[in-house]
T-cell receptor, first 114, second 114 residues
Framework: AQSVTQLGSHVSVSEGALVLLRCNYSSSVPPYLFWYVQYPNQGLQLLLKYTTGATLVKGINGFEAEFKKSETSFHLTKPSAHMSDAAEYFC????????????FGTGTRLKVLA | EAGVTQFPSHSVIEKGQTVTLRCDPISGHDNLYWYRRVMGKEIKFLLHFVKESKQDESGMPNNRFLAERTGGTYSTLKVQPAELEDSGVYFCASSQDQGLVGYTFGSGTRLTVV
């Protein structure tokens, strides 16, 4: 069965510092991978996705992620954190059978310190 | 375009009562999904509609949960009778394809069973 592991349920960074949110997945076949963000009292918003092609994908708000098949990872990064990045971030992988339902990690809450 | 709308945003009910959650997807999106997040845990798939048909309901917890999608438009998720463990945030999402380019999520309904 597929699974997604997000290391660190809470991550704190200083404003201007590098953001690194970790995501590892298990899958017997190459999956499609997603990062979503949830701001307070809002729905999940798609940050970026990897389906095929270039393994470094760029998303909204300056975020990017790199698909590393050998490490089964899809870590999310941003060079310089902004206060507005404070939110909860979810990594997800599609099921490779059936209806492409998503399997989510448990989420990482990012806190940005002034 | 209007986003995915869910209501109510919050619901507090007593154990044994019935609650109905509603989701209005983006117009023209044939695919509609329900997910649930129990506090502190990952977001889990409940079911998937294609138009009015249930494509995959493998995530529905038990027969106290009933989902419908009238005429392929809005969807309802009824919990009857509610139990304490049903508490959580219920998300609805829609997409034109089967989620390979990402879903659009609603803001969720926070259900509290007391």
């Amino acid at each position: 069965a597929q699974s997604v592991t997000q290391l660190g349920s809470h991550v704190s960074v200083s404003e201007g510092a590098l953001v690194l949110l970790r995501c590892n997945y298990s899958s017997s076949v190459p999956p499609y991978l997603f990062w979503y963000v949830q701001y307070p009292n809002q729905g999940l918003q798609l940050l970026l996705k990897y389906t095929t092609g270039a393994t470094l994908v760029k998303g909204i708000n300056g975020f990017e992620a790199e698909f590393k098949k050998s490490e089964t990872s899809f870590h999310l990064t941003k060079p310089s954190a902004h206060m507005s990045d404070a939110a909860e971030y979810f990594c997800a992988v599609t099921s490779t059978s059936g209806t492409y339902k998503y399997i989510f990690g448990t989420g990482t809450r990012l806190k940005v310190l002034a | 375009e209007a986003g995915v709308t869910q209501f109510p945003s919050h619901s507090v009910i007593e154990k044994g009562q019935t609650v109905t959650l509603r989701c209005d997807p983006i117009s023209g999106h044939d695919n509609l999904y329900w997910y649930r997040r129990v506090m502190g845990k990952e977001i889990k798939f409940l079911l998937h509609f294609v138009k009015e048909s249930k494509q995959d309901e493998s995530g529905m917890p038990n027969n106290r949960f009933l989902a419908e999608r009238t005429g392929g438009t809005y969807s309802t998720l009824k919990v009857q009778p509610a139990e304490l463990e049903d508490s959580g945030v219920y998300f609805c999402a829609s997409s034109q394809d089967q989620g390979l380019v990402g879903y659009t999520f609603g803001s969720g309904t926070r259900l509290t069973v007391v």
